[in-house]
């Protein structure tokens, strides 16, 4: 499996864009709209959004050493409840992301990544490429559960398409 720097690039760059679509959809909404229970995964738009968060957080941490967020899978929907903390969170780590793939030598992406899985309860080992390609998976995934949450609500996100990311989109 080949992963490149500019892949992670571009995939940096949707997650902001997408997010970005997302968040303002979700904002035409009122909180108790955002926790109610979906029958999502996770239960309602917040939580997905707060895994979708602690998921990136917890990427992150390995890629590049930062913070590692509170809790695990089970607890990660509530890691911030209060809309206005996530917000500033979220902006937070998608700048994260763009910083580290921006960053990224393409030596960086080769070898292997090991670390502990609180999910799996076991030390793990896989190719970077791999879990770079987890981290971008993992938001597609749960930003498709929260388009359709957010779509179902009557809220109406952008196009998610690639091809259609615009040039600039707020960076």
Not at 121 to 134: A, D, E, I, S, W
Request: hydrophobic content about 40%; proline content about 4%; charged content about 15%.
């Amino acid at each position: 499996m080949i992963v490149t720097t500019s892949y992670c690039a571009l995939m940096a760059r949707y997650n902001l864009w997408q997010n970005g679509s997302l968040l303002s959809a979700a904002a035409t909404l009122d909180g108790a709209a955002r926790r109610l229970d979906r029958g999502a995964f996770f239960g309602s738009i917040a939580r997905t959004f707060n895994h979708l968060l602690w998921g990136d957080m917890m990427w992150m941490s390995r890629f590049d050493g930062g913070a590692v967020p509170v809790g695990g899978i089970d607890t990660s929907g509530d890691l911030l409840p209060e809309w206005a903390s996530y917000l500033t969170a979220r902006a937070q780590t998608d700048r994260r992301i763009l910083g580290w793939a921006d960053r990224l030598e393409p030596e960086e992406l080769s070898g292997d990544l090991s670390w502990y899985s609180g999910a799996s309860g076991r030390n793990m080992t896989q190719p970077m490429g791999m879990c770079v390609l987890q981290l971008f998976n993992h938001q597609t995934h749960h930003r498709g559960q929260i388009h359709a949450m957010l779509t179902a609500a009557g809220a109406r996100p952008g196009p998610t398409d690639v091809v259609f990311m615009p040039d600039d989109i707020g960076l």
